[in-house]
């Protein structure tokens, strides 16, 4: 895993801060039922971090042994909301890299993007190193991969409905399980699962 700098700008507000929903007739198996948060949105493209697909048998202590952050014998004094980190695919760019999403009361200068008066987003591995410390922010959530847009390409997915959009807030990203994001990001969009269920069924 490496934690470089940011493939786009934040240059423009466009959907920075929003969470975008799929439609169920999204046909890319990859984001299909997925929940979006939009970490930069620019003339340039976008990118965004999957909020609801958990990394299979990947856990935070087991990340932070493995980029030597922490030594083994060590595991065992890490603070206990660690080991309570999600750690999600973020999406299917650039899987070996770690993307951050926290809480503002952490702030590494040149490094942290605020995205909204709520949620940042960090990808250098000193707010790894702050974590495993107990010094990193409050809440956080780490992300494998990113999902990326070029230049044009979300607006056109946006026009064909294969998405919904709705102000993101820090409830549903730190403190909402993986497996129910869709449906209350549905739900604060002012749509029930079920219906669009049957309305799927129907097109």
Known sequence: MSFQSFPYGNESPYLDGQVLVAMPGMMEETFARSVIYV????????MGIILNRPAANVNMPDLLVQLEIVPEPERIRLPQRVGQMQVLMGGPVETSRGFVLHSPDFH???????????????????????????IGPKNAVLALGYAGWGAGQLELELQANGWLNCPADAELIFNTAADVRYEM??????????MLSMEAGHA
Request: net charge negative.
């Open 108 to 134: 590494i200068p040149q490094s942290t993007l605020p995205i909204d008066d709520s949620v940042c987003l960090t990808a250098t591995i000193d707010i790894l190193r702050a974590i495993a410390a107990g």
């Open 39 to 46: 970490c930069a949105h620019s003339a340039e493209g976008a």
């Open 185 to 194: 990001a549905l739900r604060r969009i002012g749509i029930e699962p079920a």
